[in-house]
């Protein structure tokens, strides 16, 4: 959120420029790898500030490609509450969804979240089944979700978070994905 209200600041000050996304990949330690997104209207700022947030934090910059393939670019949604599964199946079906997953996350605090991945394509097709259905609260992005996510030691996780948080307090990151299960 307070990368969010940094780029919206940005943004609306004058001298604001054109702004470009990339996408770094690092890795960390006990075989986590990171999906590093930025958009920036200075990319050299952008790549200088992500290489030493990692570097410091003793990650490694990956190759382009070397961890995408591992990742697959999936549309998130959420809605609060529990979503009828079947009769999601059967908007989704008319709407030309074929394929989607369904996961309910319960939160004694928020109450319960339906989480809903569905490929990056058809994202906004699954938004417009979802508001036709009567949710009218929902939340869309799109990320890369792991395609094998790894078990890292407690040592090696908090590491890697020190590598997350570190890049998240760079104003021109938008997000990191990992694949640390736990």
């Known amino acids: 959120m307070q990368n969010i209200n940094r780029a919206i600041k940005r943004a609306s000050e004058g001298s604001a420029g054109n702004f470009s996304e990339s996408t770094f990949e690092a890795y960390g330690f006990g075989g986590a790898s990171f999906v590093i997104n930025v958009n920036t209207d200075n990319d050299n700022r952008a ?21 995408l393939f ?19 199946l059967e908007a989704a079906i008319e709407s030309g969804i074929d394929e989607y997953e369904l996961e309910v996350e319960k939160d004694e605090a928020d ?3 339906s989480v809903i991945y569905v490929d990056s394509q058809d994202a906004g097709a699954m938004m417009n089944t979802l508001q036709g259905m009567g949710y009218e609260k929902c939340k869309m992005e799109l990320k890369y979700i792991s395609k094998a996510p790894v078990e890292v030691t407690d040592e090696d996780f908090e590491l890697n978070m020190k590598i997350v948080d570190a890049l998240e307090e760079l104003d021109d990151v938008d997000s990191v994905e990992h694949n640390m299960s736990n």
Do not use: I, T
């Not at 697959?72 to 009828?84: I, M, T, W």
């Open 47 to 67: 790549n200088s500030d992500v290489r030493v947030a990692v570097g410091k934090n003793k990650g490694k910059m990956a190759e382009m490609g070397s961890v």
């Open 70 to 88: 591992m990742y697959d670019r999936k549309g998130v949604l959420e809605v609060s509450g529990v979503v009828d599964e079947e009769a999601l």
């Open 111 to 113: 109450g319960d979240l």
